[in-house]
């Protein structure tokens, strides 16, 4: 596998794997689970910025698994673009034996994919083609869409169990509601275009001056900085995202709890913890809800790459088991970087065992001297070849009918254990 130097064996036929891909650079989010006799679960994707390959893929790929026969479900927490690059890809490789599981408020899919139908999109969004892709390949490939909600059972394979612990029953209205306006919104907008149409050619210039906020609520629609110019044709082009409203992805990711032979295993997506939560989103939603009655889970991914409004004390306390191996992906774009050292201290006061993607971004002495080393190398030579971080992975291997949480660490890449020398 590109990026990781040592090889990687695949796990015994009864082992229980969870590996957590931290994607190149600080970016990007996948997990890979396998299920027992040779069964495969994907969470998420990532690629490899230095290849562009598929980070999921090229590690199954590696393991020698047909994934046309042992990827069962892949699943979607959310569409966030560190989450999402690739998993097209990993559709075009499976069979109608695959489901892909989603949460049930990502509905508003079909919504921007009507309108992506409706127009001719010139856009540069990754998010969007990386959407659009997917549900061509889903079609194509005959593999059943599954919307999942909290307490709804994801699958049940081999003695191997998953509920979804997101989004919450409110969250799915509320999302609808947002919904029902934009598409409100959207078909009043199509009038618009039709009368506009019929009019003079000057009233279509004054038209194109909307492309600015158009523009702009184009952006906080799909949640993303738009870089690259959208190729506005006419009036048209600019009305049909007019007035849209933005839609909260990670309010509506799915958190999943997964068992087998009373351990438990709570995968944690992005799901954050507001203050404004008054317990029927976010993490305290999931305290309530059925799934986690009774739970004390021996494995845990962090949620939301560790930032501060993913934690929650009650539910690290009430349901995660002290001592718990813990992993996390670090993230990074631009000048904004999670998690911040002092999130990293709560939850090791919480559980020692302790593992992240990279921690890259905590070197900063490290960052200056190369700095240094990088413009003296702009002087002497003719030309830099940046070479970027390797994937960070991190891999916990336990037996089906192992009777104690005995789990098996390994990390690999730029993957490490978080020790207390990162706090000093």
Not at 99 to 108: G, Q
Not at 118 to 133: F, I, R
Not at 208 to 231: C, H, R
């Amino acid at each position: 596998m590109d990026g990781i130097k040592e090889r990687l064996e695949p796990p015994a036929i009864d082992e229980i794997e969870v590996t957590l891909i931290g994607g190149t650079a600080g970016y990007g989010e996948s997990i890979l689970m396998h299920i027992g006799n040779g069964d495969w679960i994907i969470i998420d994707s990532c690629v490899n910025v230095k290849n562009g390959e598929c980070a999921p893929l090229a590690y199954l790929k590696d393991l020698a698994v047909d994934i046309s026969q042992h990827v069962l479900f892949v699943l979607c927490t959310h569409w966030h673009d560190d989450h999402i690059k690739g998993l097209s890809s990993i559709l075009e490789q499976c069979s109608p034996r695959t489901v892909f599981a989603l949460s049930c408020s990502d509905d508003r899919r079909k919504w921007v994919y009507e309108m992506l139908n409706d127009y001719d999109y010139h856009g540069k969004s990754t998010v969007l083609n990386e959407l659009t892709s997917t549900i061509a390949k889903a079609n194509e490939k005959r593999i059943r869409v599954l919307p999942v909600k909290q307490d709804s059972l994801v699958f049940n394979v081999n003695g191997v169990t998953a509920y979804a612990l997101s989004p919450s029953d409110e969250v799915v209205k509320k999302f609808e509601e947002e919904v029902a306006t934009a598409q409100a919104k959207y078909h009043k907008a199509l009038t618009q275009v039709l009368k506009l149409k019929q009019l003079d050619a000057e009233t279509i210039q004054e038209a194109e001056a909307l492309e600015e906020e158009t523009i702009i609520n184009f952006a906080e629609l799909i949640d993303e900085q738009i870089e690259e110019e959208i190729v506005v044709q006419d009036a048209t082009e600019l009305l049909k995202y007019k007035d849209t409203k933005k839609i909260e992805q990670n309010d509506r990711c799915v958190a999943l709890l997964v068992s087998f032979n009373n351990h438990h295993i709570v995968l944690g997506a992005d799901l954050e913890n507001k203050s404004s939560d008054v317990g029927n989103t976010g993490w305290m939603s999931v305290a309530k809800c059925s799934s986690m009655q009774g739970v004390s889970s021996s494995l845990f991914k962090i949620p939301h790459h560790g930032s501060e409004t993913g934690y929650c004390d009650f539910f690290l306390k009430s349901f995660i088991k002290n001592d718990a191996t813990m992993k996390l992906t670090a993230w990074s774009k631009g000048d904004k970087q999670i998690p911040e050292q002092n999130m990293l201290g709560m939850y090791y006061a919480h559980s020692q065992q302790m593992y992240i993607t990279t921690t890259a971004l905590f070197k900063k002495d490290n960052r200056e001297e190369n700095k240094s080393i990088k413009k003296e190398m702009e002087r002497t030579t003719e030309a830099i070849y940046e070479l970027r971080p390797q994937l960070g992975i991190i891999r916990s291997r336990m037996k089906v009918n192992s009777p104690s949480d005995n789990w098996q660490t390994d990390y690999f890449g730029s993957a490490e254990k978080i020790t207390q020398k990162l706090f000093e």
